[in-house]
């Protein structure tokens, strides 16, 4: 049986942000305005998130849930593509066609293959369990393009010796492909790694406070943690490939001046 949370309840440990806000003042870190703004944006958030989930769930209708599906990856794709300090035109299509292949198709496999939810649009499982993946794609496609198109700009010079020296597109960006790759997947992998040792995973703990077993609680983060790592591999190789096909042309010519690097140099000083 789960317990319920009173509204009284969420706004007395609201004043636990007091204590991020008195050791940002104590240590002059500058972020007492950020920790209020970021805490009472959240629950604006969540609160409406709550009425909207409300309403869909009622409907149970699949063209409510696959609108709210297409808006989350929208947001989604927004916050990944303005993470990268180097960018190009069409960063935030591709972090939108990276993050919207990857999610939805592991959603559909998820809650068809793996759980078997019928109907498949079911709004209390599509909806959170897409929602864990668009999260878990952001930080993968974001990783992912902001390490590929920092090497690019860094490693100019060495990519485009390759070229000149008869290597393909291909070979002269693969090293820096994987490694982009490799970013946007550590996370993810990392938390595999300490997970049931060093922490608890949420998912887990919510299900275990809302009175599931402990053995099902386990077996639903276990799903969904290989889930997770799929997305963040199919999302990062995503963005990197699309990246990819942008900085480079047919003739195997690295176009740098499609990423912005020029105009973020700063202009030479001129002579006193």
Known sequence: MSLHIALW????????????????????LGLGREILV??????????????ILAWVFALKQPLPVVAIGLVMTLLAAQASSARPKYRYRSLFLDSFVAIFGSSFLLTGLTLSAVLRIHPWFEPQYAVPILGMILGNSVTSVALGAE????????????????????????????PL???????????????????????????????????????????YQLVMMFVL????????????????????DNRDRLRLERLGAERLRKPASRPG
């Open 177 to 219: 492909m994987a490694t982009a790759v490799k970013t946007g997947m550590l996370p993810t992998l990392n938390s595999m790694t300490v997970m049931g040792i060093v922490s608890l995973p949420g998912m887990m703990t919510g299900q275990i406070l809302a009175g599931e077993s402990p053995q099902n609680a386990v077996h």
């Open 229 to 248: 790592a799929a997305s963040s591999a199919l999302g990062s190789l995503g963005v990197v490939l699309l990246a990819y096909h942008r900085l480079f």
């Open 147 to 174: 390490r590929f198109t920092a090497d690019l700009h860094a490693r100019r010079g060495e990519v485009e010796g390759q070229l000149l020296l008869g290597a393909t597109r291909w070979e002269a960006a693969h």
């Open 9 to 28: 309840q969420v706004a007395a440990s609201a004043a636990l942000l007091l204590v991020s806000i008195g050791l940002s003042w104590w240590l002059k």
């Open 38 to 51: 970021a805490g009472v944006r959240m629950t604006v958030q969540l609160l409406l998130v709550g009425l």
